[in-house]
């Protein structure tokens, strides 16, 4: 949208300022084309608009929701990192647990019914994929 072109005016709808630009200095240069081209910049998530006559506490305040979105994306980083940590953690358990059904598959003492019921499957489906 910031291309150059013979358009002027308008708005530019951005999920969040963190969306439009990688670092604060690349949003406030962004947000100055725009400015130059004499659009206004509506970031969605902190319900923020900055117009082309924007003041300069206007433009504090999309810096202020730039770093908070900024914040909140890190964050999402982080938690996707400690899921894969998480996943291998329930993985390794799952693989121990099967491990131990296998164990007791072989054992005539346990009942059937109650292994499958231990591993979290149906008499239903063992049927079909067994037989």
Same mark, same amino acid.
């Given at each position: *949208? ?6 002027? =005016? ?5 999920? /969040? ?5 990688? /670092?604060?200095?690349? *949003?406030? /240069? ?8 004499? *659009?206004?910049? #509506?970031?969605? &998530?902190? &319900?923020?608009?900055? =117009?082309? &006559? ?19 994306? #890190?964050?999402?980083?982080? =938690?996707?990192?400690? =899921?894969?940590?998480?996943? +291998? ?7 121990? +647990?099967?491990?131990?059904? +296998? ?10 019914? &109650? ?17």
């Amino acid at each position: *949208m910031l291309r150059p072109s013979g358009r002027k =005016g308008g708005v530019i709808y951005t999920a /969040s300022l963190a969306v439009l630009a990688w /670092s604060a200095e690349d *949003m406030l /240069s962004c947000l100055t084309r725009a400015a130059a081209r004499g *659009m206004t910049v #509506r970031a969605l &998530d902190a &319900d923020l608009t900055i =117009g082309a &006559d924007a003041r300069a506490a206007d433009l504090h305040k999309a810096a202020q929701a730039f770093a908070a979105a900024r914040e909140r994306r #890190r964050e999402i980083e982080r =938690g996707r990192t400690g =899921g894969s940590i998480s996943g +291998k953690k329930r993985s390794d358990a799952a693989r121990a +647990k099967a491990e131990a059904i +296998k164990l007791k598959w072989a054992d005539e003492r346990f009942r059937t019914v &109650d292994l499958l019921k231990e591993a979290g499957i149906t008499y239903n489906t063992a049927k079909l994929y067994l037989g």
